[in-house]
């Protein structure tokens, strides 16, 4: 019988980790180790492992624990790969290889740019040499405090730089309403290593640039770590085949358009056939508050109905792998666009005012086919630029769903 190999992750918190899913994709059983900072100098002592991937905060605490270090990790300053070989610890650093690989795949051109890393610990070093390896012509480093040659947020020029590079946690699930930055409007692109959500508030904002997240340089550098663990290349078809699994477990569908458009028919038919949860945050509203959308409206006024809209979306953002159908003013708040799309694809429901108008029930904000045009007339541009992909809703409503059903396949594989 083959011995039984004890695999996992190293962290303070993993709830947020796709690691799991990742590694034992590849074949093998991978545990948590949620270790606390008190703990952890037993948790290296007792070496319970026969190999461990290390993630925040442990990416230089463990180097005193190693017996060997290759030359990559200690030129770093921060290992996130740990082998047993013998009983003694080996570490490595593949970080390097994903966040090099997203780079390249992201056309990220960094010879002779000029780049800023937000945030100086383990993964900013990995960052940074890769940056140095590449031949950026000035790699500067941020923080809150400026200690170590780092500069303070506050007295930052972000337009003098070609490239940000997010390597804190500031967005990571669940916080993922925090930005560390907000929109910066000369520079070429901006990364940020985060994972959970695919898209943070950071990329959001900077969203009209170049941009990559962190999913493909958890799983390249997922794919480098378990060669190691197992001595023998891996497919790299295994990184398409991993992020739409990945994709697939975590995205929701988002639909927004105008009132009467037909979010909640295409949502309901679509979650359906999809085998997914459905929500509609009108109704979620509801719930709530115990009332009709038009009482909220009668007795307290749109400005206290967006303000329960904004609550609900925010807590209906942080679901996974269900169907979303938002009111039609939910876009006129840029917070709620932020959540929708963070781990969803927002589909942007587009009907004719003559088909809204037939198809539309008593709404609130919406009494005549002139208030129709006037509310089209001031969301339009808003509608534009708040989602991935446009689906006309003026035919077949089941042409509708098979466009979208086509749509996001191809965005889990992207």
Same mark, same amino acid.
């Given at each position: 019988m083959d011995e039984i190999k004890i695999f996992g992750l190293l962290g303070e918190k993993l709830t947020h980790s796709y690691s799991k899913i990742i590694h034992e994709y590849l074949g093998d059983k991978y545990e948590m180790f949620e270790v606390s900072r008190d703990d952890f100098p037993f948790f290296m002592e007792k070496k319970e492992f026969d190999a461990i991937n290390v993630t925040i905060p442990y990416k230089e605490m463990v180097i005193p624990y190693l017996d060997y270090i290759d030359e990559r990790a200690r030129k770093i300053g921060a290992v996130n790969t740990i082998v047993k070989k013998n009983n003694q610890l080996?570490?490595?650093n593949t970080d390097? &290889?994903? *966040? %090099? *690989?997203i780079l390249e795949k992201n056309n990220f051109s960094i010879e002779n740019s000029k780049c800023l890393i937000l945030g100086t610990g383990g993964t900013s070093k990995t960052v940074y040499n890769v940056l140095n390896d590449l031949k950026a012509q000035k790699i500067d480093k941020a923080s809150r405090s400026g200690k170590d040659g780092a500069l303070k947020y506050e007295n930052i020029d972000y337009n003098s730089y070609d490239y940000l590079i997010n390597t804190t946690p500031v967005g990571m699930y669940p916080n993922i309403f925090d930005s560390i930055v907000s929109h910066i409007d000369n520079i070429k692109g901006v990364v940020d290593v985060i994972f959970n959500p695919f898209r943070t508030k950071f990329i959001l904002e900077n969203r009209d640039k170049l941009y990559a997240n962190g999913l493909d340089m958890l799983i390249y550098q997922a794919i480098k770590s378990h060669e190691l663990f197992l001595d023998k290349e891996i497919c790299f078809d295994k990184l398409e085949e991993i992020r739409a699994i990945i994709k697939k477990t975590a995205t929701n569908i988002v639909l927004i358009g105008m009132p009467g458009c037909g %979010? !909640?028919?295409?949502g309901k038919k679509l979650a359906e056939e999809l085998d997914m949860e459905y929500y509609d945050t009108d109704n979620l509203i509801e719930q709530k508050t115990n009332q009709t959308i038009p009482d909220i409206f009668s007795k307290f006024g749109e400005k206290k109905f967006r303000e329960i809209e904004k609550e609900v979306i925010k807590e209906v953002s942080l679901y996974k792998n269900c169907v979303i159908s938002t009111g039609g003013g !939910?876009? /006129? &708040?840029? &917070? $709620?666009?932020?959540s929708l799309m963070a781990n969803g694809v927002v589909f942007y429901i587009n009907r004719s005012i003559e088909g809204i108008y037939s198809n539309l029930q008593e709404r609130?904000?919406? %009494? $005549? %086919? $002139? &208030? /129709?045009l006037r509310i089209y007339e001031e969301r339009k541009e808003i509608y534009n630029n708040s989602n991935d992909y446009v689906i006309d809703n003026n035919g077949d409503i089941n042409d509708a769903i098979s466009k979208i059903k086509s749509l996001i396949f191809e965005f889990y594989k992207k």
């Amino acid at each position: 019988m083959d011995e039984i190999k004890i695999f996992g992750l190293l962290g303070e918190k993993l709830t947020h980790s796709y690691s799991k899913i990742i590694h034992e994709y590849l074949g093998d059983k991978y545990e948590m180790f949620e270790v606390s900072r008190d703990d952890f100098p037993f948790f290296m002592e007792k070496k319970e492992f026969d190999a461990i991937n290390v993630t925040i905060p442990y990416k230089e605490m463990v180097i005193p624990y190693l017996d060997y270090i290759d030359e990559r990790a200690r030129k770093i300053g921060a290992v996130n790969t740990i082998v047993k070989k013998n009983n003694q610890l080996y570490g490595y650093n593949t970080d390097y &290889d994903g *966040f %090099k *690989f997203i780079l390249e795949k992201n056309n990220f051109s960094i010879e002779n740019s000029k780049c800023l890393i937000l945030g100086t610990g383990g993964t900013s070093k990995t960052v940074y040499n890769v940056l140095n390896d590449l031949k950026a012509q000035k790699i500067d480093k941020a923080s809150r405090s400026g200690k170590d040659g780092a500069l303070k947020y506050e007295n930052i020029d972000y337009n003098s730089y070609d490239y940000l590079i997010n390597t804190t946690p500031v967005g990571m699930y669940p916080n993922i309403f925090d930005s560390i930055v907000s929109h910066i409007d000369n520079i070429k692109g901006v990364v940020d290593v985060i994972f959970n959500p695919f898209r943070t508030k950071f990329i959001l904002e900077n969203r009209d640039k170049l941009y990559a997240n962190g999913l493909d340089m958890l799983i390249y550098q997922a794919i480098k770590s378990h060669e190691l663990f197992l001595d023998k290349e891996i497919c790299f078809d295994k990184l398409e085949e991993i992020r739409a699994i990945i994709k697939k477990t975590a995205t929701n569908i988002v639909l927004i358009g105008m009132p009467g458009c037909g %979010k !909640s028919t295409i949502g309901k038919k679509l979650a359906e056939e999809l085998d997914m949860e459905y929500y509609d945050t009108d109704n979620l509203i509801e719930q709530k508050t115990n009332q009709t959308i038009p009482d909220i409206f009668s007795k307290f006024g749109e400005k206290k109905f967006r303000e329960i809209e904004k609550e609900v979306i925010k807590e209906v953002s942080l679901y996974k792998n269900c169907v979303i159908s938002t009111g039609g003013g !939910s876009i /006129l &708040d840029i &917070d $709620n666009v932020y959540s929708l799309m963070a781990n969803g694809v927002v589909f942007y429901i587009n009907r004719s005012i003559e088909g809204i108008y037939s198809n539309l029930q008593e709404r609130p904000l919406a %009494k $005549n %086919k $002139n &208030d /129709l045009l006037r509310i089209y007339e001031e969301r339009k541009e808003i509608y534009n630029n708040s989602n991935d992909y446009v689906i006309d809703n003026n035919g077949d409503i089941n042409d509708a769903i098979s466009k979208i059903k086509s749509l996001i396949f191809e965005f889990y594989k992207k």
